[in-house]
């Protein structure tokens, strides 16, 4: 079809104007919302293929056997992880389950419930999700600064990373075995579930609640783990994104519902206008991801793999990462928040902590984030080690000293970019409670920033990297082909 050559970008203007016109007319009444949605839904790819090849990137992709099969496994994998999750625990009537989804509906909890695709606010048995593993990975990796042991294993290589990893397995059995009958209770006895809730109330119940839990984080981590080696990105990161978006239709059907149906509400073009803000803060979440500080580095020596020559005053840089801490501010921040909700609950004149859209929350929760970039940049960008790697490399920074001048200068630039990325990583954390007041729905508003929304651009940046990598191999393949064709002929 010709209207979907990107070259004929003013026909692909043109036709989203229909379609978006036609969506018009069916939220008016003509048609249902759902063909309206579905008219805008074919505009957008419309448009955004006329700045990116969408058509042409699938067809690359479709091609490559290979990759496809990869594409293909993590879909599978991801459908199994979605349908468990839509599974309750055994003993609980899923008709009783309002007062829990009401309960998980914001603050950690909500947090929780986001990561889990639904799952914690199901009583799923998948309730736990993958929650478990990231934090034994983070006391992992936190015991590694301290622990001997952990530090020797850091440094064995691939047969030091396996072990690693073994422990971390072991650690999640631990630490869910612990969050099991804490989760369990907590239905039991807070979140408002009453007995005509629980078919098969008793010790029966809570041992094979635990049980069942404690199987499905393990489920989960294999998943994960098996869509790391054999299909495309990161299995985890994958697993909670794909939890996070599982959020996102409602979330955005109620947002359109409301707009649309309440007078003095906007209408559609207040949706449009939602929508394209949207846009431009993940723009702005793509910048904080992606953004490096390059220092320049000058090799005196370098010897060229597989030559006997010395390259002299070859020139690379080290990227230091605006954002280096990623979204682990915001996950111990929201952690450390339980405390100040906990005293607004018992003291009536902090009553303002108990809101996560409250502005007393939020500037609690953005100097903590500031205060946890800081900490968790120093202590996971090792300088010291960066500056003996860089001084055994025969590298330095010119005008710069090797060694402990090196390490100082690393320490000092990566301090400089470490506080605006958490000025921004903060503002985009307290985004949703800022566009709440402007009358958007909390559930929307919970993806304009955010542990949700930095984790779906992270993942979506790594996944497409390791796609693009992939065509770029078949390319490179493909240009080698007659190169070899003709040395055989010349043969």
Do not use: C
């Not at 036709?15 to 008016?28: K, N």
């Not at 990759?67 to 293909?72: Q, V």
């Not at 599978?76 to 999750?85: D, E, P, Q, S, T």
């Amino acid at each position: 079809m010709s209207i979907l050559n990107r070259k004929h970008k003013n026909k692909l203007f043109l036709g989203y104007a229909i379609l978006y016109f036609l969506a018009s007319i069916g939220v008016d009444g003509f048609f249902s919302y759902q063909l309206g949605s579905i008219f805008g839904f074919i505009g957008g790819v419309l448009l955004i293929n006329t700045y990116v090849d969408v058509f042409g990137f699938f067809k690359e992709i479709w091609i490559i056997q290979e990759l496809k099969n990869k594409i293909l496994l993590t879909i599978g994998l991801i459908a199994v992880y979605r349908f468990m999750a839509s599974v309750p625990l055994p003993g609980i009537d899923p008709l009783q389950l309002s007062a829990l989804k009401e309960s998980t509906s914001g603050g950690l909890l909500g947090l929780l419930n986001a990561f889990t695709g639904g799952a914690f606010a199901r009583a799923s048995v998948m309730a736990l999700g993958i929650m478990p593993y990231i934090s034994a990975s983070i006391v992992v990796q936190l015991m590694g600064i301290a622990v001997p042991y952990l530090q020797k294993l850091q440094k064995d290589g691939e047969s030091g990373r396996k072990k690693i990893t073994q422990i971390t397995r072991w650690l999640t059995i631990g630490i869910t075995l612990v969050q099991a009958p804490t989760y369990i209770t907590a239905i039991k006895t807070q979140f408002g579930l009453g007995p005509e809730a629980f078919l098969v109330p008793g010790l029966t119940f809570w041992i094979s609640s635990i049980i069942i839990l404690t199987a499905g984080t393990i489920f989960a981590m294999w998943l994960g783990e098996r869509i790391t080696d054999k299909g495309v990105g990161n299995g985890i990161s994958l697993l909670i994104t794909v939890g996070i978006i599982a959020n996102f239709p409602a979330a955005f059907l109620q947002e359109f519902l409301a707009k649309t149906t309440n007078a003095g509400a906007g209408g559609l073009m207040m949706v449009l206008i939602e929508i394209i803000v949207w846009f431009v803060v993940i723009l702005l979440t793509v910048l904080l991801v992606t953004a490096v500080r390059k220092i320049a580095v000058q090799y005196a020596r370098r010897t060229v793999a597989g030559n006997i020559q010395n390259v002299a005053g070859s020139r690379d840089y080290i990227p230091l990462k605006l954002n280096a801490a990623g979204v682990m501010p915001i996950i111990f921040a929201q952690a450390i928040m339980f405390l100040p909700m906990a005293l607004g609950q018992k003291f009536p004149a902090l009553i303002g902590l108990t809101d996560p859209f409250g502005w007393q929350y939020n500037v609690i929760f953005a100097l903590l984030i500031i205060i946890f970039s800081f900490f968790y940049t120093a202590i996971t960008i090792p300088t010291n080690k960066m500056a003996e790697d860089l001084k055994r490399s025969g590298g330095f920074i010119p005008g710069i000293r090797p060694g402990k001048d090196t390490a100082e200068k690393l320490d000092s630039v990566l301090s400089r970019i470490t506080f605006p990325g958490s000025l921004f990583l903060a503002a985009l954390s307290i985004l949703p409670a800022v566009v709440v007041q402007f009358g958007v729905q909390q559930g929307w508003a919970m993806f304009y920033g955010g542990t949700s929304l930095i984790i779906m651009v992270g993942v979506a940046i790594d996944t497409m990297q390791q796609i693009n990598s992939y065509l770029l191999n078949r390319h490179y393949d493909g240009l080698m082909k007659p190169g070899n064709s003709n040395r055989k002929s010349n043969k």
